[in-house]
């Protein structure tokens, strides 16, 4: 896909930014209306992890509702398969106002970016949904019976999804902040213990049903990525000061 200009007006800008929305449009609706034909086999497959926890099969109070229901797993499905397009059209928007060696960062991003996104979602199928809802319906014992609505199972599973999803990009934007010196290394390396406590808040909030087991599991993979990032970053920034020095020695020498 084509890259705009560096310098265009504003209403180039305007139409080029346009155009992108088009495309993430339209591919989103004509993936969303083939996906709406298997919706039964993904929502069956959206609930596996939750299924012990299901008193009966999900129960829809009115056909508007199995409809609106299907829609929004069509949607979703179509969200996530499209994702790499989606992501390359917002990075290639931007990518003229960046300089000619931060563009090389913009194929690495894009390939980290919708990496960091499946594994996100994938940990929270493979982990989180099982241990959230049998936190959830641990929380009725005693008092009454759950009536597991179709609208209500299906909208909390594909938040915790999409919140996993978006939360495992956190890494991303930490290794560019120091990458491009808009928060140093060592202010973040000191300051590890400010930084933990506000990854603990961001995750109490980003988690659907703010449960601590959630929050404790999307914690812990958050730190891990994190300190991954900041490794990363280290090495980068080793590279970098190693070759600015021997540019520094090369023209003393001269």
């Not at 591919?27 to 298997?38: E, G, I, K, Q, T």
């Not at 797993?73 to 931060?102: G, R």
């Not at 960062?105 to 980290?112: A, C, G, K, Y």
Request: hydrophobic content about 60%; overall charge neutral; aromatic content about 14%.
């Amino acid at each position: 896909m084509p890259i705009g200009p560096a310098r265009m007006s504003l209403m180039d800008h305007l139409g080029e930014l346009r155009m992108r929305l088009v495309r993430i449009v339209v591919c989103l609706f004509v993936a969303a209306v083939v996906f709406y034909m298997a919706t039964p086999t993904m929502g069956n497959f959206l609930i596996m992890p939750i299924q012990q926890y299901l008193p009966s099969e999900l129960v829809a109070l009115d056909p508007f509702e199995a409809f609106s229901v299907r829609f929004f797993i069509s949607l979703w499905a179509a969200a996530v398969a499209t994702s790499p397009v989606i992501l390359w059209q917002l990075l290639a928007f931007f990518l003229p106002a960046l300089k000619p060696k931060e563009r090389r960062w913009f194929v690495p991003t894009f390939i980290v970016g919708v990496a960091l996104f499946i594994i996100g979602t994938v940990f929270c199928y493979c982990v989180i949904l099982g241990a959230a809802f049998q936190w959830l319906t641990d929380q009725a014992m005693g008092i009454g019976v759950i009536e597991p609505r179709m609208s209500s199972y299906i909208d909390i599973i594909i938040k915790f999804e999409l919140a996993f999803g978006f939360a495992f990009e956190l890494p991303l934007v930490i290794f560019y902040l120091v990458i491009f010196d808009i928060v140093p290394y060592k202010k973040l390396r000191g300051s590890w213990r400010v930084v933990y406590v506000v990854l603990m808040v961001l995750c109490a909030v980003v988690t659907p049903d703010a449960s601590p087991i959630t929050m404790l599991l999307m914690f812990a993979a958050i730190i891990v990525l994190y300190e991954a990032s900041l490794f990363m970053a280290r090495i980068v920034l080793a590279r970098r000061i190693k070759k600015q020095n021997e540019e520094l020695a090369l023209q003393e020498e001269e």
